[in-house]
């Protein structure tokens, strides 16, 4: 395994909102990020049942895994 780097994310917000329009809009832009980590952790577990199961059957490469239909 290889060291874990620091990974950062952006999103468009206030560091210090100030005002109820600054601190709705931060709220927003935080939950726009949450949706986003959300979709990625999505995308890895799919990822993560994918290999689980190659390795099940004994596949050496993913395309073997599936079957084509005819």
Known sequence: MRE???CKVNYVGYSSPRTK???EF??????NLI????EKIS???Q???IVEK?????AERLDELFVEEK
């Open 4 to 6: 874990p780097e620091n």
């Open 26 to 31: 931060e709220i927003m832009g935080l939950k």
């Open 54 to 58: 190659a390795k099940e059957a004994g």
């Open 47 to 49: 990822t993560m049942y």
């Open 35 to 38: 949706d986003k980590a959300n």
């Open 21 to 23: 329009e600054e601190l």
């Open 43 to 45: 995308r890895l577990k």
